[in-house]
Structure formats: C-alpha cells, structure tokens
C-alpha cells in the first residue's frame, strides 16, 4: 500500500506533461502503446494468478477448518473463527515470538538502513581502488546462504570455545553467554541479523546513489553548508522511493527470518528469541496443525502491516518537516 | 580544515573497521572447510590442514554436491533472468504509462500481499498443485515457484529505479513521437540499468539461498545446493567442516557474479552519464 | 519485441523439456526409501549395497535434510500415488503417521507376517491400536526399526580414574560424582541437554526412573495428565540439581550439538546423551577423547525403576503404492533384520535394531564395547507421548521446562503450567481428561 501510493504519485508525472494524443497516425501508436502494455503486464499478471493465488486463499480459507488426517483421508472441519479465538486466549509461545520480532524488526531494520546508506555513501566517496574492494567486502554477508549464518554464528559466539569470547580474552574480557543468556540472547541474534542483511540495503543504496544526476546534485550544494545537509536535504529526498521500498522490504523480511534464528538458537533460552516465522512453522510443519498456523499467518500480516505503515510514516513525516526547516 | 580532515580520518578508520567485522568471521568459516572437526570445535585458529571436508563432499556416497551446485545454478539463474525482464518491463508500464488504476491496485496489491505472508505456509499449496501434474522434483516446479515467489520484490524495486527516471527525458521522447515501447528501449532501459544491476544481484542471491521452496519441491536429482548443505545440520550434530566447505563452493559464483556484476554498474553509469 | 516473445518461447520449451525428464526414471522394481541425513546413514547405505548385490533387487535413496523429512514423508504419504514405497519415521512422529491410516500393516502384506526374534520394538513403537489410539502390541505392526537409538548415560573414563569414582547405580550417586568433578575445577561435572528442542526427550529417564509419567493414556479417548505429580517434581529437581550446581552456566542453551561438543573436548565428564553420538566421541578427527568415553545404564530411581527414552526411527510401508512394491519393500525390510545383516550394520558403524548382538563376537570387542550398553537401556526404552498429539504436548511442555532451568519458572509452577497446557490440548481434541491436584 505503501508503494502504491508511492506510485500514483510518480505515475502522475509524466502524464502531467505529456498531451493525451499525440500528432499524427495518433491511433495506431494508441494501438501499439495499448498492446506494449498488455504484453508487459500479462506475464507477471499470469505468474501470479497461477501459482499464487490459490496458496493465498487456501491459507486464509484454511484458517477457518481444522484439518485431520485419517484412514489415508483429510477431513475439513469448519470452525470458524475458532482458531483465532484460540490465538488470542490460548496461545502463549506466538505471542512472545510477536512481541520479539516488533523489537527484532525495529533494532535490526534501524541499524540495517543507517549502516547500508552509510556504507554507500562511504564507497561513492572512496577512490576506485577503495571502491572495488569495499563492495566485495560489504556484500560478502548476504552471499552465505542464512542456513550457514546460523549455524556459523552459534559456533562464532558459543561461550566455551567462540571466536568472539577468544578475541575478548585477549583483553582480559571473562566469557559472555551471547546466546545462552536470556537477557542477550535476542540482541545477539539482532547483531547477527545486522552482520548478514546489510548489504541488501547497502546495494540498494548505491545503485540509488549512482542514479542521482551529477548536475543536480551540483546545483544543489550551493544551497547547503555541510554536507550532513547535503545528505539530509539532497540526497535523501531524491532517493526517497527506493528508501522507502528498500525499508519496506527489510521490515517484511524482517519478519519472515527464520532459517538463521532456527540453527542460531532455535527460539530460546525459553522465548528469549522466540519470532512468529519460527512459531508458524513449528504448528504447521512439526505439530501438522494447519488451520491454527495459517491463523498466525494471517494474524502475522496484519502486525506487519502495522509496522509498515508506522515505519513509511515516520520517514515520510520526518522529510516533510525537513522540507519545512529547509524552507525557513 | 584541521576538524574536517580528522573528521575524514575517523570515517575512513570506522569503515574499515566495519570491514574487518564482516571480514574476519567470513575468513574464518572459510578457513574451517580445512580442518578437522575437533579444531573447528574448539575454535583453534592455526590448526593441521585437511581435504577431508571436500572429498566427504563431492567424492562419497551421501552427498553429490557438485549436481546440488549445478541445479541450483540452473534454477536461480533461469529464474533469475526471467524475474528481471518481467519485473522492469512491468515497472516500466506502471510507473510511466498509465494504466487504469484498478489493474495497478490489484497488481501491487498482491503482490505485497503475497509477499508478506510467510512463504513456508504455501508449499504445501504449491506441493499440491506439482503433484496433480505430476511436476514434484522437477526443475520446471522449482524454476516457477522462485519465479512467483520473488516476482513481488524485484517488481517493487524497479519500480522504485523507475520513479527516479528524470520525467523530462520521457516527455521529450514522447514529444518526438516515440511510442511507450521504443520509449521503455532507448530511454528507461540503459538509464535505470544500474538499479536493475542491483536488483538482478539480489533477486540470484534470494534465489541461490532459498531454502524452505527448494527443501520441499525438490527430490535427490534436483536437489538445491542449500538443501545440500542443510542436509549437514542433522539432528545429532552439524558436520561444520563440510558445511565450511559446502558454503565456500557456494558462494564462489555468487561473489564472482557480484563482481562481474559491479563492472557494469560502472560501465552502466558512465553511459548514463554520457547519454 | 517479436524476437524477445520467441526467445521466452524457446526459454520456457527448454524447461518443459528438462523438466519431463526429470520427471521420467523410476522403475517398478526398485524400492524407494525416504530416509534422513545422519551420521548412521554411511552405514545403512553399505546395508542397501549388501543387499542389491545380494539379491539383485535396487534400493533407490532420496536422502533429505533432518530438518525436511517429515514434511516431504506426509506429502507422499498423503498424495494419490506416493513417491516412496518405504519412509523412515523418527519416534517422535510415530503416533501422528500411525493414527492417520496412511501406512499398511505388514500382516496385510504378507498373512501372519512378524517382527524377527531378536529385533526391538522399543516399547512395542512398531505396533498401533487404532482402538485405544496408542502404542501396543495388540495393535498391527506398522513398521521395523531401521536404526536404534536411546539414551545411555556416558562418563568419561580417565576422570573416573583420576578421581577415583565408581559407575552410578541411582542419582544421588550420579549427583555426587558430577560434584566432585566440578569442584576439581577441570571439568564439568554433568552435561544436560537443556535446550527448548531437547529437554522432553532429556528429561524423560529422569521422569520414568522417579514412577512419574507425563501423560497416561487410559483408554480410547480417555488420558491422565500426569505431569504435575510430586515423582515427576523430584525428577525435575534432580535435573535441576544437576543442570545448575555440577554443570556448565546457562544449561537453558545447551542442545545436542553443544553437549556432543563439551564432552567431545572433555570439558565436560559426564552426560545422559543418544548412543548414535558414540561415533562422534570415538572418532579421533572430532573428539579429544577418543577411547576415553564408556557408556553405562542410565542411573535407577528410588525404587529401583530403570528408563531411558527411544529416539528410533522406524521404517513403514507407504500405502499409497503397489502390492508389488509394498511386497518388494516388506521383503528389503525383512531381510535387514537378520542377525548376519545386523552384525554388519555395526561393524560399518551403524546402531542396531536387535537386542541380543552383546552374545555375540561384537559384545567382546573393544571397538564395539558400547553394544551392552544399548542393549540395556533399550530393553527400559520407553515411548513417553504415545499419542497423535505428541509434538504439540512436547512443545508445551519443553517450553515449561526450560522455563524451569533458566529460572523464570519454579520447579512446581512449571509442572502446573504444562500440566494446564497439556490438558487443555487434549480437551480441545475432545479427550477425557482427567488432572491431577496442582503441585
């Protein structure tokens, strides 16, 4: 929604400018723009239809039934909202893995956006020797596959043996319990999160930087003393689209992570690093209850979405009142 | 003057040290493909060297990694490809032409919708659909469920690369009487390339490490390199020396890509610039 | 435009094609198993390649990550035509694919057909009543084992020695030497598998040793929810004891792969763990203490009572498949329990599913000295969520325990919690249900 707002702002642009009809031979370029647009649009629109449209439904349909298998059979019990009502008295794992993943979603996204523009804006500025090497290096992360980040950081952190407890020997620290001690364990985990995804947003950030016209960006430092403003006021309203779509991702990727959270500590000491992706599975692959998962799914969504509107509208109000500022 | 050259010195020193904290683990997990299990345990740095890892790999009876590699670069790299054409040329249309409104909502209405929801309550759904077609186990299953599946987020993000097209540029074309499809290849086409760069790099990148559509919708022949290296966290122990080396066989083409792929990011933007 | 249409044309006719042939092969003679990733598996392959040359049938493996096996078993299970003739199923899911129909009886295969003498049932887990919807072996047999598995309590040897301990009989005496060790300072004197993933099967010998249980199934629809009784209490203080005064901190974190890893470097001495770790405690290229480890009987309770829990896998017979494939798998199956083929199994490094192999030249054998062990404490095996619930109750209830362990719970308001917890799950499945007073 998001984005789709974001759209029929832009999309509004050209059109403002551009007369409806052309000169000349005005209904066959209507013709070939018409089937341009059909032809571009009917492959992702038939992708969608056939392969996603009925796991969509079936997982929402299917929220409403409890499912049994017997005799080799299932049988569709409709329950109606039985499954919810049991998610908002019942359940209590989900409900802690929620409120981990708003704080997981919250701190990792966070350190994740200002590290990856940061990173960016580092590697325009660094000389091409600079450059080559400091992509290949900021990038390296997400390469690994999150089966191997997860299995690699529990052994990177394990308190006996762990590479950082070693490191911090060297200075005489005593050993942490990164992910056996409750109080941390989820702020570990987020460390890891921020180690791995990072370059999705550093990578999006310097294909957006590279975008920016240099002439524009030219005429705009005049107006500006420093350069904190140049970013501040310049360089962030100009990339503002492929901000707010890079936030957006990260926060609903942010609540899908599962496969690092699964082999770093699997949800605990207790619910410590508990998320919703890792309850959903666990009802619906380990306990087979379907119906009952896709309500935490559904439930899910509506959470996410919270905090996707929160987020957009946080960054979209804080420019607007930098716009105000630079105005004054 | 004295501040701002200091201040330089503090930003260059913090990136490297942030270069080191992403190095430093990555070269150790590297280094693991080459020991022993009992020195990768006991974090010893400097330990006896071994190609154990790699012949348990790729010469015994368990694992056939090298097919694992070879089908995962089949799937993501078709995908992949596919992805990307119909994401920008999508993107292209609704950002710059205009499509009727109600077709523009209900594209990107769904595809954020289905993007949100978590991706493991559906293989079960698409493991249903495969089996009625008989299609379970086969390339053409994994390829189209990667397809879908990434569609939504190479989609929002050339959208995004195309919002930040200069609209002069269009408007111009289109007075010279270009129609939408010459406007899509001579202008948006070698100026958003950059961002398309990018998002190809990210699309591959989800592609190659998808874990949960391949584990499910693969069988042994097409089995994915990181199911493969999955099959190495088991239930009694996980095998890190393989999975040291599993990782470094895996992520070899994916930074090779990368890299091949940054040269064109700049080769991109030099023709941007001269335009 | 015309040549970017043709080229996705010819894209996608080049997939179709790779995918019809993909999708071709499979003949009808050759039994196909579904069967997980593990450090037994080399081992059981040999068995196929034994058995292929042997009889000249074919075995046709689809190894799957742990992590997927379960899934990829119940969609074949539940397709019209299954992909597998033979799943291998891990005793935590033996309940839910038993009560749901999906397998066939072995004597419906073959008229009369039983386990072999000498093979294991581990607490008759090869068996279904669908009457009573539990394990029992007036029920059909579903399966045959294809790998053992229990919990054996390990020491490591040369601190025994040094410290001059003797071999606990019960857990005052296990307590006192994890104890000792831990004041010498060198080791840990007891490793715990403490873990949210872990602590229910960890937990259970402790239980069943103290005569508690967690849950008693009494009938058809009809259980007892037993969990919060005082024995299962001073179970679980005995495991605290353990966990928190003679082990490593923050036991709440310690799964398999930490506990393998503290007594594989020796830093831990002593710890109740699967006997398939033996392998990895043995071999020299991942263990500092190779040689060094025995196993033992897992120590009794006040009374006497010795337990430990089954982690076995079992290998049933898809019914979604031929007779001719089903009888092609029921002969493999058969053929893998025979006394020749088992004494092989362990010599090429695999746990095996008969009882009586300590008679034989392997109990003798240094290399082989875990053998009594396991035979003993699989003869006290015990099954302890024997119902289709079973993972559900094992998530809440791990949840409680390790709530109990890092201290967020006390010992008796986590048994009541998962007492509540537990009940209420069979409630909702319509299960009589009966409580005990809270603790």
Known sequence: MSAASLHSRTAGKPSAGIPPTGRGGAPRKARRNRRWMIFSLLPVVLFFVVLSVFPVFNLIGTSLYDVRWSGGDSTYHFIGLENYRQLFSTEVIYWAGLRNTLIFAVCAVTAQMILGFSMALAVKRAGAMGRTLLTGIFLLPIVVPPIVIGSVWRLVLGREFGLANGFLGLFGIPPVDWLGNPDIALASVIFVDVWHWTPFVFILMLAGLEAIDEEVLEAARMDVRSSWQEIRHVIVPMMLPTIVITLMFRIILSFKVFDEVYLLTSGGPGTATEVVNFSIYRVFFNQDRVGYGSAMAVITLFGMTLAIIVGRGLLVRKRKNDERKLEQ | MKSRSLGRAVSTLTIWLYAAIILVPMVWVMTNAFKYKIDIITGTVFAPITWSNFEALLFSRQSNFASALANSAIVSGTATIVIIIMATMAAFTMTVMRVPNWVRWSILGWALLFNMLPTLTFVGSWYLMFASADLTGTYFA?????????????????????????????????????????????????????????????????????????????????????????????????????????????????????????????????????? | MKTITARLLAGSTAIAAVATFAAAANAADTVRIAINQ????????????????????????????????????????????????????????????????????????????????????????????????????????????????????????????????????????????????????????????????????????YAYTQNGAYVTVKGDKSVEVSINSPEVLKALEVYLTLANEAGPPNPGAIAQGEMIQLMSTGRGAQTIGVIAAWGSFENPNESRVAGKIEATLIPAGPTGTRASSAGHWVAGIAGNVSPERQDAALDFLDWFQGLDVQTAYVRA???????????????????????????????????????????????ALALRLNQAVIGELEPAAALNDAADAIAEIFEREGYDVSRLPAL
Do not use: H
């Open chain 3, 349 to 395: 490094g695999g746990v095996p599913v008969r009882g009586d192999l300590g008679k034989t030249d392997l109990g003798q054998s240094e290399e082989f000295r875990f053998i009594e062990a396991y035979s003993e404490n699989a003869a006290n095996a015990v099954m302890a969520l024997p119902f289709p619930q079973a993972n559900e109750v094992s998530d």
């Open chain 3, 38 to 205: 593990s450090p037994w598996l080399d081992s059981f392959i040999e068995m196929v390649d034994l058995y292929e040359s042997e009889t000249g049938n074919t075995v046709e493996l689809d190894v799957v990550p742990f992590t997927g096996l379960l899934e990829k078993i119940r969609n074949s299970l539940r397709a019209a035509d299954g992909d597998y003739d033979i799943v291998n199923v891990n005793a935590l899911w033996l309940p839910e694919i038993y009560s749901a129909g999906y397998l066939k009886p072995l004597a419906e295969i073959r008229e009369g057909y039983k386990l072999g003498d000498g093979t294991l049932s581990y607490g008759g887990t090869t068996y279904w009543d669908s009457t009573t919807g539990t394990f029992s072996e007036d029920g059909q047999l579903l399966g045959v084992p294809l790998n053992g598995n229990v919990q054996v309590l390990y020491y490591n040897s040369e601190i025994y020695d040094r410290l001059n301990l003797e071999v606990p009989q019960d857990w005052d005496g296990l307590i006192a030497n994890a104890k000792a060790i831990q004041a010498e300072g060198d080791a840990y004197g007891f490793v715990p598998r403490a873990a949210r993933g872990s602590i229910v099967y960890n937990f259970t010998p």
């Open chain 2, 142 to 275: 994994l390829i189209t469920t990667q397809i879908v599946n990434l569609l939504p987020i190479a989609l929002f993000l050339m959208m995004s690369f195309m919002a930040s097209l200069p609209p002069e540029l269009i408007q111009a074309a289109r007075m010279d009487g270009c129609a939408y499809d010459q406007v899509f290849w001579k202008i948006a086409f070698p100026l958003v390339r950059g961002g398309m760069i990018a998002t190809t790099a990210l699309v591959f990148i989800f592609s190659w490490s998808d874990f949960a559509i391949a584990l499910t919708l693969s069988n042994s022949d097409t089995m994915t390199a990181p199911v493969a290296i999955s099959t190495y966290a088991q239930e009694f122990e996980i095998r890190y020396g393989e999975m040291a080396a599993a990782t470094l066989l895996t992520i070899v083409p994916a930074i090779t890509l990368i890299l091949v792929g940054q040269k064109f990011i700049v080769r991109g933007l030099l023709a941007g610039a001269v335009k």
